[in-house]
C-alpha cells in the first residue's frame, strides 16, 4: 500500500498525519510502529489519523511510537487541528472527539492554536511527587538544575516501577525558573523524553499552581519551545476552563510503501 502522510511538529513534538476521511487506510500496531521509528521509518513521537465524524468537524485517532493505540496526546491535538485547517476544514471554533472525549480548538491571528482540555477532577500525591490526568495520566516531580538532569534513566526507573509498570505513567520533572515552569517528559509509549509534552506541561501547570483559586496562566518552557497554559482553579482537586496554548507547524509530506 502506498500511503500519504504529511508531518507536523509542536514545540518539537512530533507527528505523521494521515488524512482519513475516506475511511480506507487501516493501520497495524506493527506498521504505526515502524513508520514512526526514526532509523528504519519517517520517524515520530506518534502517529494520528484525521478521521470524518458526523457530529464533529474531525475525529481524533492517536497511536503512541510503540504502535500501541494512545491516550490524548495535546500537542498532537494541536498539530491535527492544524492539519484540519490546512486541509480546509475552517470554522472559527473547532469541535473535535478524541479518546478522552470531546475539544474545542481555535487558532488565534498569529497561528497559535489553543485547545482545550478535560476538566480535571482529581489529585493524587506520592512522597514530594504529583500525579493527575489531563487526557493521560501524568507523574509531576519538582527537581533542580533540570537542565543537566538525565530524565531519560531517572523517568524510566519512575515509569517502570511496581506501581506503574504495568499501565505506564508519563513522568515530568518539573524546575521554576524566572516566574516560568521549566519541563522536560520521559513519555510512555515513546519510551524516551520528547522535546515537549501538551498533556505533561499541562499536568505540570495545574500541579504547580500555588495561588488563590481563580483564573490562572503559566508560562512553560520547553526544549522544543514556549507554551501557555491557562485555567480556573475551583481548589486544590479540581480545575476547569483549562487551555492548552502554542504553535503547530507543518514539516513536510510524502509517500512511503507499506
Known amino acids: 500500500m502506498l500511503l500519504h502522510f504529511y508531518k507536523y511538529q509542536g514545540t518539537g513534538n ?15 500496531n506493527k506498521q504505526v510502529a ?14 494520528m489519523l484525521l478521521n470524518k465524524h458526523d457530529s464533529y468537524d474531525f475525529e481524533m485517532v492517536y497511536y503512541n511510537a510503540d504502535g500501541a493505540p494512545g491516550t490524548m496526546c495535546g500537542n498532537g491535538g494541536r498539530c491535527l487541528t492544524k492539519f484540519a485547517f490546512d486541509q480546509g476544514i475552517q470554522p472559527a471554533t473547532y469541535t473535535f472527539i478524541a479518546s478522552d472525549g470531546e475539544h474545542e480548538a481555535v487558532i488565534d491571528a498569529n497561528g497559535w492554536v489553543h485547545l482545550k482540555m478535560i476538566d480535571v477532577n482529581e489529585v493524587s500525591y506520592q512522597n514530594d511527587a504529583t500525579l493527575l490526568n489531563t487526557g493521560s495520566p501524568h507523574y509531576i516531580k519538582p527537581v533542580t538544575q533540570l537542565a543537566t538532569f538525565d530524565v531519560y534513566a531517572n523517568g524510566k526507573i519512575i515509569r517502570y516501577n511496581e506501581t506503574y509498570n504495568k499501565v505506564g505513567i508519563n513522568v515530568n520533572f518539573v524546575e521554576l525558573n524566572d516566574n516560568e515552569l521549566f519541563v522536560r517528559t520521559y513519555e510512555r509509549g515513546v519510551e524516551n523524553e520528547t522535546f515537549s509534552c501538551g498533556t505533561g506541561v499541562t499536568a505540570a501547570a495545574l500541579a ?3 495561588d488563590s483559586v481563580g483564573k490562572q496562566e503559566t508560562k512553560i518552557r520547553t526544549l522544543g519551545g514556549n ?3 491557562k485555567f480556573n ?3 486544590a482537586q479540581h480545575f476547569t476552563d483549562i487551555w492548552l496554548c502554542g504553535p503547530a507547524s507543518f514539516v513536510f509530506e510524502g509517500q512511503i510503501t507499506i
Open 14 to 28: 512530533d507527528f505523521m498525519i494521515v488524512d482519513n476521511r475516506e475511511g480506507l487506510i487501516q493501520l497495524s
Open 227 to 229: 507554551l501557555l497554559i
Open 34 to 47: 515502524l513508520l514512526c521509528d526514526r532509523h528504519f521509518g519517517i520517524g515520530a513521537d506518534g502517529l
Open 208 to 210: 504547580m499552581c500555588k
Open 233 to 235: 482553579k475551583i481548589d
